[in-house]
């Protein structure tokens, strides 16, 4: 997936919070490829992927608009691996084409390629640089409840199925603690751009 442009991939566990610290670099001017918006994109109604898991689960998996429902998804993945291995292999292709597609066409000096399954789909052997959005799990936990609003059980699924915080720290080149205060995270943020920005000049 590396192309002729310096990709920087960056992952972190459920409510680590990816967003906050890519729309930093955003705002620095930095290209971000977002795997969960192609994912969302990949599933629209008319998009073959829907078709496909509305041709498997019927029109229950579907809201009242025709959208995918995702509640509905995510509860049949997490009762049954081979939902989720049939659902991963119909996505994967289709999703890392994408990313490939939008890395190449990226005019910034590097290009974020935001990931959440970096780790787990092993996305960080085919970029130049891991970084790694890290903070404790109980901050996880508390951080997504207020986001999504939803039940502690299912967020520590959710966990349960990501790859562990030592497992992402492992492939980390550079790592951002996203525990503190914002401003120690916009700090971060500036120091790692331009270390990335010389990197960039070196390919």
């Given at each position: 997936?590396?192309?002729?442009?310096?990709?920087?991939?960056?992952?972190?566990?459920?409510?680590?919070?990816?967003?906050?610290?890519t729309?930093?670099?955003?705002?620095?001017?930095?290209?971000i490829?977002?795997?969960?918006?192609?994912?969302r994109?990949?599933v629209?109604?008319?998009?073959?992927?829907?078709?496909?898991?509305?041709?498997?689960f019927?029109l229950a998996?579907?809201?009242d608009?025709?959208?995918?429902?995702?509640?509905k998804?995510?509860?049949?993945?997490?009762?049954?691996?081979?939902?989720?291995?049939?659902?991963?292999?119909?996505?994967?292709?289709v999703?890392?084409?994408?990313?490939?597609?939008?890395t190449q066409?990226?005019?910034?000096a590097?290009?974020l390629?935001?990931?959440?399954?970096?780790?787990?789909n092993?996305?960080?052997?085919?970029?130049?640089?891991?970084?790694?959005?890290?903070?404790?799990?109980?901050?996880?936990?508390?951080?997504?409840?207020?986001?999504?609003k939803?039940?502690a059980?299912?967020?520590?699924?959710?966990?349960?199925?990501?790859?562990t915080?030592?497992?992402?720290?492992?492939?980390?080149?550079?790592?951002?603690?996203?525990?503190?205060?914002?401003?120690?995270?916009?700090?971060?943020v500036a120091?790692?751009?331009?270390?990335?920005?010389q990197?960039?000049?070196q390919i």
């Amino acid at each position: 997936m590396v192309v002729s442009d310096y990709v920087v991939g960056i992952s972190g566990g459920i409510g680590s919070g990816k967003t906050t610290v890519t729309d930093l670099f955003a705002k620095l001017g930095i290209e971000i490829i977002d795997a969960d918006l192609i994912a969302r994109e990949a599933v629209e109604p008319g998009k073959p992927a829907l078709k496909a898991i509305v041709d498997k689960f019927g029109l229950a998996v579907l809201d009242d608009s025709g959208y995918l429902n995702r509640a509905k998804l995510r509860t049949l993945v997490f009762e049954d691996s081979e939902v989720k291995n049939w659902l991963n292999e119909l996505l994967h292709p289709v999703i890392r084409q994408q990313m490939l597609l939008q890395t190449q066409q990226a005019k910034s000096a590097y290009c974020l390629l935001s990931v959440p399954l970096l780790v787990e789909n092993k996305l960080n052997e085919q970029v130049d640089r891991v970084v790694i959005v890290d903070v404790d799990e109980q901050t996880q936990l508390q951080r997504t409840l207020l986001r999504d609003k939803t039940n502690a059980p299912q967020i520590r699924a959710i966990m349960n199925a990501q790859a562990t915080r030592q497992q992402r720290l492992a492939v980390a080149d550079d790592i951002i603690d996203n525990n503190g205060k914002a401003n120690d995270l916009i700090k971060q943020v500036a120091h790692l751009h331009q270390h990335y920005l010389q990197f960039a000049k070196q390919i």
